[in-house]
């Protein structure tokens, strides 16, 4: 088995917030940039207080209670 078998979301942050896995999780940009990282490009979130990635509840994603 492959590490990203299974996943319901993966965020390779290469640009946008696009969900990797094909389950339509993507990421909403509010305020971050794209910059250089050390593998393709990263989210700079450089004002943590404006500057987020978010996804709407999804039951795919619940951790549980």
Avoid: C, F, H, P
């Avoid at 590490?3 to 389950?23: H, I, Q, S």
């Amino acid at each position: 088995m492959a590490l990203t078998d299974n996943l319901v979301a993966y965020w390779k942050l290469d640009g946008d917030g696009t969900d990797a896995t094909g389950r339509g999780n993507t990421l909403t940009n509010v305020g971050a940039s794209w910059v250089a990282g050390k593998i393709g490009q990263a989210a700079d979130l450089e004002n943590s207080e404006s500057d987020y990635l978010y996804r709407a509840d999804n039951a795919d994603l619940s951790m549980g209670d």
